[in-house]
């Protein structure tokens, strides 16, 4: 739980962003209302004092208004976190294969494998793809995520993701022409006065001539002004290293769109009846009390705790010789699984909103096939989503081969000469018939139509399929040959045997002539 001194911390360095960046209203209002989505996000509100002032904070709680004489229950059962990190899983948890095919096999095919390797050690020495799965996360709740790339000759690339509350952009048409990325300086975590820390900024954008300038921006004491400026420099590349990815950028939304949007009301609606059911059982599992004709002083001295004993004397103004009497009443809860039924559709309002299937669905599945298929919509809607992602993706690359004689000491030039076609395969974590498609992969294999080396590098976890395969081919010589083996002496020695039994054979023809004789 964040405590008040963390959340005036980040409130504080929030300001500082805004005023270094110098946010447009328009973009000032629209990181609040992100704001408040990532604290739907995260779901119960973690400090009520500090949400009375900043109304983002309340997250999925909710301000009570009700003149009532208890405290209503609010019951946060988060289902949006899960959700989303499930969508989030099913989209990267499975890092996707890099597929590089050749336009001339026979001739670059060995190459292309080569250059498929390099990549793959790229991003993994980047974390790349985990950072990536994080990064759609983000994307799915704040709309929007930078990615930036650090290009410096001598250097391996380094690949970044940036949040959106430390980068800012000017674009036209979907074309980044600026961009502004924030950074703490190390130190400050050693220092406790903000006006002496020290901040940056760095910018990219593009000089008259086309040329890729680079500035950094040093902000002191508390200032907006910069103490120390540096640049702008010709960077020697061709376009800004950096890519906006936005959620929902098919819709060519302005800022993208987050799915908490279409989450947040049935979410609220299943807090709130939650919360209404808990009340519910509060107040009618245990019956109450009904006091006919009692004194109201006695009646307002009542202990209310289980095994209670009551004693109350009757009114004073009661005539007709009537006595006090206390009756219980009993309640039932008839209603409850109305609210029951409620709380399971707002739930189904949610996974259906992400199209997500019903782990319910997934029980007495006959085949994988078929769980398969309830995972289409989810599917679907996966695949729309890279297409905001895949083209950075394959930008990325086209990057990293522009710069990888600057960068790379172990990059082959020739790498830039192939044609091909680069592609990324979705690599969803599907329940899947794994050992069907091995039977049918290795029957293509047996009847002439697929290559042993696409077997192996399709279902094994080589590394370089080819030598795999070369591996299996000198391994099965070496058998045939020690069986060749086994087998010429086997025959040999029936060879030696029978000839020592036609020996024998012909001395005792002889020891039966000799002795007719």
Not at 168 to 190: A, H, P, R
Not at 325 to 353: C, F, H, P, T, W
Request: net charge negative; hydrophobic share 30%; glycine share 4%.
């Amino acid at each position: 739980m964040s405590s008040r001194y963390d959340i005036d911390k980040l409130n504080r360095l929030e300001n500082i962003k805004k005023n270094l960046f110098k946010l447009p209203t328009e973009e000032v209002l629209e990181r609040v209302k992100t704001k408040a989505d990532y604290y739907i996000y995260q779901g119960k509100c973690e400090d009520e004092e500090a949400a009375k002032d900043d109304k983002a904070l309340l997250g999925q709680s909710w301000e009570t208004k009700d003149n009532t004489a208890y405290e209503p229950t609010q019951d946060i059962r988060n289902k949006i976190k899960p959700l989303l990190k499930k969508q989030a899983r099913f989209m990267f948890g499975k890092e996707p294969t890099i597929v590089i095919k050749a336009d001339d096999p026979k001739k670059d095919k060995e190459e292309c494998e080569n250059l498929r390797k390099f990549l793959d050690d790229v991003f993994e020495k980047n974390n790349f793809w985990t950072n990536t799965k994080k990064a759609f996360l983000e994307s799915t709740i704040k709309k929007r995520v930078l990615l930036r790339a650090e290009v410096i000759k001598g250097q391996p690339i380094k690949l970044k993701y940036e949040k959106i509350e430390d980068f800012f952009y000017k674009e036209i048409g979907n074309i980044l022409m600026e961009v502004s990325f924030f950074e703490e300086d190390l130190n400050n975590v050693y220092i406790n006065k903000d006006d002496e820390k020290k901040y940056y900024i760095h910018k990219y954008n593009y000089g008259k001539n086309g040329e890729v300038l680079y500035t950094k921006l040093t902000y002191e004491g508390g200032n907006t002004d910069p103490s120390e400026i540096e640049g702008p420099a010709d960077t020697g590349l061709i376009k800004i290293p950096c890519w906006l990815i936005k959620n929902g950028g098919e819709l060519n939304s302005k800022y993208g769109e987050s799915d908490i949007e279409d989450l947040k009301d049935a979410q609220d609606q299943y807090n709130r009846r939650n919360s209404d059911l808990a009340d519910a059982l509060k107040f009618q599992l245990f019956g109450a009390e009904a006091v006919i004709d009692g004194d109201e002083e006695d009646v307002n001295n009542f202990t209310v705790s289980p095994g209670a004993v009551h004693a109350v004397k009757t009114r004073d103004d009661v005539s007709d010789n009537r006595q006090a009497v206390i009756q219980r009443l009993e309640y039932n809860l008839g209603s409850a699984d109305v609210v029951n039924s409620y709380l399971d559709r707002a739930e189904k309002d949610m996974r259906d909103a992400l199209d997500m299937p019903n782990i319910k669905d997934l029980n007495n599945i006959p085949s994988a096939k078929a769980m398969k298929y309830l995972y289409n919509d989810l599917i679907v809607r996966c695949e729309e989503k890279w297409n905001d992602w895949e083209p950075v993706l394959k930008d990325v690359v086209n990057l990293i081969m522009e710069y990888g004689l600057t960068c790379y000491t172990n990059y082959n030039k020739n790498w830039n000469n192939i044609k091909f076609t680069l592609d990324f395969k979705h690599n969803y974590p599907l329940p899947s018939d794994e050992e069907d498609k091995k039977k049918v992969a290795m029957e293509e294999v047996q009847a002439n139509v697929r290559s042993v080396v696409s077997y192996i590098q399709e279902y094994s976890d080589s590394e370089d399929p080819q030598e795999e395969f070369n591996t299996i081919v000198e391994e099965k010589r070496i058998l045939a040959e020690a069986e060749a083996d086994s087998f010429n002496k086997a025959l040999k020695s029936e060879g030696t045997e029978e000839n020592n039994d036609n020996e024998d054979d012909e001395d005792k023809k002889k020891n039966f002539i000799e002795d007719d004789k």
